[in-house]
Every structure is written in C-alpha cells, then in structure tokens.
C-alpha cells in the first residue's frame, strides 16, 4: 500500500474530508473513472434504512415467520440463508421497513460493500437498523446490474472512502445517495443480469445438493421426519444417571435418548475410530504472512468462506506445530455461543488463494485411513438437526462461552452407514460445492466485466 500521495490544494472536496486516507490514488481512481457518472440518489426512488431505534423495542425473534435481515445476512448480490432469523407477521406489521422486489439492501456499519437484491423468494422481509434500503428507479437502472456495479471494485472503493470511524467504519444515508454509478446501455446492463442470474442459479443447485445429501442421510437414520418436543419434566432412573460425567437436566432430555436409540439400528463408532482430531492454538498472526487463518466466522451452514482477515507465517507455523488443513478435511467449531457445532468439509479444488490453519476455537476432524465413515458423511451428519440436538447434549459452560469436553468429541458416536448411500451422500455433497464454486466464479466474471465497461468508458 501507498504510504503517502500529493494532491494539489484545488483537488479537495471542500472542508468535508480532509483526512489522507481519503485521497488515496486508488480512490482518486475510482473517482475519475466515475466523474460523469449520476449518483445512486439520481438513479433511486428511495433510499432509507430501519428508521427510529425504538421499533426495535418490538422486535422478538421467533423459529419461523417474517425473515429479519442483518449484516451477516448480505452477500454478494445474494441473500445469505445460512443462518436465518424470524420475527411474527404481527411484529412485521408494526415496524416502517418492509422490503420489496427489486430492493437492494446493503451493510451500513462493520463490513461495508456487499449488497444484495430482494427476490420473491426472500419476501416477506425487513431489516435491521446497520443495514440502508435501497428502491432502484426500474425505469433508470437495471437493479440486478446496480447490485453487481456495487459490489464490484467500483462500488467498493467507494463505500471504503465515503465510511468514516476507525474501529467501526459506518456510513449515513447522505453519504450512500452520493455515490456514483456507471449506467451503460441497456443491452450491456441485461449482459450483466444474465451472469448474475446464472450464478444465482449454480448456488440453488448448491442447495438442492446439500439438501437431498441431508435428506438421504436422515431417512437411513430413520430420522427424516422426526419432532423431538422439549419437555417441561421427565424422570430419570437412579441407574442410569450414577455412572454420568453430568447431572444436569438437560443432558438426559428424552429426545437425547430417542437419537441414540435409531442410531443403534446401524454400526456405531466413535469419532476417534474414525477420524483424528487435530486442534488449534493460540499464535501470532502477521500481516505479510503467507498462511490463512481460518476462524469461526469463516464456517458456514454449508461451506467455508476462504476471504480469511488474518494470517500467520511459515515459521510460526512451524514453531507451534499448527495443523496444515488438507483435502476432505472437517472443520468443527468447538467453543462460542451460535458457533459451535459448525462444520464444514474443505475441497482442494475450492480454495485458490493458499494454504491454511486454524485458530483455537476450531478442531479438524481428519479421517483415518482404516476410517469406515467418508469425511462428507461425517459433514452432513454433524451439520444436520440430528448431529446438532448431540453436540448439545454434551455443551457445558454459561451463556456467555459454552463449549464441548474433548472426552466428549472424541466418544462421539456416528452411525456407520452402507458404503453404497456413504458414496451417494459424498457425490451430493462434492456436486454442491462444484456449484457453489461455478456460482462464485460466474459472479466474478460479471464484476469483472462491469470493471472493464467503466474503464473502456461504454456508456452507449
């Protein structure tokens, strides 16, 4: 990075900004390059956001219902449904932003630049108040391309620049509607729609992979359909609880015994049978490392992002004999209030951008070479409502940090399935991440070439 620019006295923009940071040539770039472009106000009906902070006083969420976006939630051009939250159709009704088809919704505090278009299939939805709506003109702007242009490099820069605080970087309404944006002809806007419609596509053929993997892996167990109720009371025989590590409640729940019971209806093995647990640790990071640090935040409900905001070195790398993850390795997260019991499997073909290893919060499960589950199977099962009602079974800790005991994982127990439905949930489980992947690539192409239709300057 540049570490000091010159700009001439005339090039300010008035008393507004007079911080460096804000005239860095990469910015003055962007900035030329968009010079006689009209700003998002110009292009808009509306732009607003939650509105007074109060309505929040309204807000309980529930297990289904109105969908409530927040930061987490925005993806590139995308809603991210990974780990959705709900509020009633009454609270809905009470709060001043409802969004519609078409809208654009992007992140105003924390992580600035993604922004993604409302379909009908996201409705009926509101969001919170770090998140702006944005209602394109249809008659001025495509809005699947203006989604595009602002997560390409161009609408990046720009939020970048116009975000003011240090540690938060926030943006107000003002400084959302002057953005510039690049129209280009109509034609040139619908080429754009197309790529990103077809990547939207690739990442639903990624869900409907993983889910029929889910599906097939639960309808083995037995367990397709099953409703595990919570309980108010229940009696435990003296017997059965004298000889556990646990006494509370919650750890001999009936529904805990109804899981074990189907599993018992196949070969059961423990976690260390077939997979050796590796674990993270606490270490130095350095910003010119060469290896990434993959963290909770990284595991999704499916799949791992490898965007990593930290890295560490070689050497330390060495020194502290970190774990190297390699290919069909499980990524588990092991700690942290809504992030343990996360899993992910991590695919060479994927990850592009390097070797990796893992903080201390996670654990990677690899698989044993006389292992007799397939490392995508033990994915699935970990990720689905089966494998997650067990890893609760065994959470110890307060509200604040919960956890799993090492002796715990390790006794785990996994069903070992015929080798034949292994192989069919493996086959749906890599074809989702092949899609995924496709996707990912298909909404590159389409940044890139918005990038190239604003620095060839077709605006005809």
């Known amino acids: 990075m540049i570490t000091y620019s010159i700009i001439k006295k005339n090039e300010l923009e008035g008393a507004r900004r007079l911080d460096a940071e804000y005239y860095q040539p990469e910015y003055l770039s962007v900035g ?12 808009s009906k509306k732009i607003t956001d939650f509105g007074a902070y109060s309505q929040m006083n309204f807000v309980n969420f529930v297990q289904k219902g109105v969908r409530f976006l927040r930061n987490q939630d925005i993806g590139e051009f995308l809603i991210n449904d990974s780990d959705p939250i709900y509020i009633s159709k009454e609270v809905y009704e009470k709060l001043s932003l409802k969004l ?46 203006l989604a595009i242009f602002l997560c390409s490099k161009y609408g990046r820069k720009q939020f970048e620049r116009a975000a003011t605080g240090n540690v938060q970087p926030w943006l107000n309404l003002s400084q959302i509607k002057n953005l510039k944006v ?26 409907k992979f993983y889910y029929q993997a889910e599906e097939l892996l639960l309808k083995e167990l037995g367990l397709k359909n099953a409703v595990f109720e919570d309980e108010l009371s229940y009696v435990v025989n003296f017997s059965d609880a004298k000889n556990a590590d646990r006494i509370d409640a919650e750890y001999f729940h009936p529904k805990y015994v109804e899981i ?44 791992i992002d490898f965007g990593v905001e930290d890295k560490t070195k070689k050497e330390t790398v060495k020194k502290e004999n970190l774990p190297i993850i390699e290919n069909f390795d499980v990524i588990f997260a092991s700690m942290g209030v809504g992030s343990l019991g996360k899993t992910n499997i991590f695919y060479d073909f994927e990850n592009e951008t390097g070797e990796f290893t893992i903080d201390s919060t996670l654990r990677i499960f690899r698989k044993r070479e006389n292992g007799n589950l397939l490392s995508e199977v033990l994915s699935v099962y970990l990720s689905s409502r089966i494998g997650q009602e067990l890893i609760y079974k065994y959470v110890v800790g307060s509200s604040g940090i919960i956890s799993i005991y090492e002796n715990y994982l390790e006794s785990f127990q996994l069903p070992i399935l015929e080798k034949t439905v292994q192989k069919k949930i493996a086959d749906l489980v890599k074809k989702s991440h092949e899609a995924r992947k496709k996707s990912k690539e298909l909404l ?3 940044k890139r070439k918005v990038e190239e239709m604003i620095e060839k300057g077709n605006i005809s």
């Open 32 to 43: 030329d390059n968009l010079r006689s472009s009209p700003l998002l106000f110009d292009v």
């Open 100 to 145: 519609k088809k078409f809208d654009i919704v992007t992140p105003r505090v924390g992580t600035l630049g993604n922004a993604a278009v409302i379909f009908d299939e996201n409705l009926p939805s509101t969001a919170n108040q770090n998140l702006a709506q944005i209602v394109p003109n249809l008659n001025k702007i495509n809005p699947i391309y």
């Open 182 to 207: 690049f129209v280009p002809s109509g034609s040139s806007q619908s080429i754009i729609e197309k790529l990103a419609r077809d990547s939207s596509n690739k990442q639903k053929m990624a869900n």
């Open 260 to 303: 074990l019971q189907k599993l018992k209806h196949h070969k059961v093995e423990t976690l260390t049978e077939n997979f050796e647990i590796l674990r993270g640790k606490n270490f130095s990071y350095s910003e010119d490392g060469e290896i990434g640090v993959i963290k909770t935040k990284q595991l999704g409900r499916q799949f």
């Open 444 to 446: 590159e192409e389409a």
